[in-house]
């Protein structure tokens, strides 16, 4: 297996490609399917390079999330933070799965990161109704193996 170094155009353009998606409005009939495009990019790329890409580029993608959705500042921080966390605590096995079983892995970490964003907005202005939002993490398990090869691509042009 060849190990290839970091592309930072490659990481800086799906991360704004991610940006942009995350705040793309969608029709009503469609947008609780709305997969979290920043959290599928950053364990993206917290799987591709972990020695490069950590906790704090969760905090950073995080402040740009708060900023950009206009929600309570921080909110994005902690579950983006915690996202990679628990993403790099068991990196070295997620990566050796195949992109099927990898999907089924993100479908709960992205659980998580709903779970804790909506749990916050409830908390400090207005609840949302049930549960929801497993039909985003839905949406972004599915999409995860067309964003790796999206991806890949991506880097492999750009390199």
Same mark, same amino acid.
């Given at each position: ?5 970091? +592309?930072? *155009? ?11 998606? %995350? ?5 009503a009939t ?20 972990? %020695? ?33 966390? *628990? ?9 050796? !799965?195949? @992109? ?6 993100? !479908? ?5 990161? &709903?779970?804790? @964003? $909506?749990?916050?907005?409830?908390? *400090? +202005? ?6 929801? $939002? &497993?039909?985003?993490a839905l949406?972004?398990?599915? *999409? ?5 090869? !999206? $991806?890949?691509? &991506? @880097?492999?042009?750009?390199?």
């Amino acid at each position: 297996m060849v190990a290839y170094r970091l +592309s930072w *155009l490659a990481l800086l353009l799906s991360v704004l490609i991610a940006l942009i998606l %995350e705040v793309v409005s969608l029709p009503a009939t469609v947008s609780f399917l709305r997969p979290e495009w920043l959290v599928l990019t950053l364990v993206y790329w917290l799987l591709r390079h972990p %020695e490069a890409i950590g906790i704090a580029s969760g905090v950073i993608a995080g402040v740009f999330m708060d900023v950009l959705s206009g929600t309570y500042f921080g909110i994005h921080v902690l579950s983006l933070s915690l996202i990679c966390y *628990l993403v790099l605590i068991m990196h070295q096995r997620l990566k050796m !799965f195949p @992109v099927a079983q990898q999907a089924v892995v993100l !479908f709960f970490i992205t659980g998580i990161h &709903l779970m804790v @964003v $909506y749990t916050m907005r409830s908390l *400090l +202005s207005y609840a949302d109704s049930g549960l929801d $939002y &497993l039909w985003q993490a839905l949406a972004s398990a599915l *999409l995860w193996p067309f964003i790796v090869i !999206f $991806y890949d691509r &991506l @880097v492999y042009a750009l390199r």
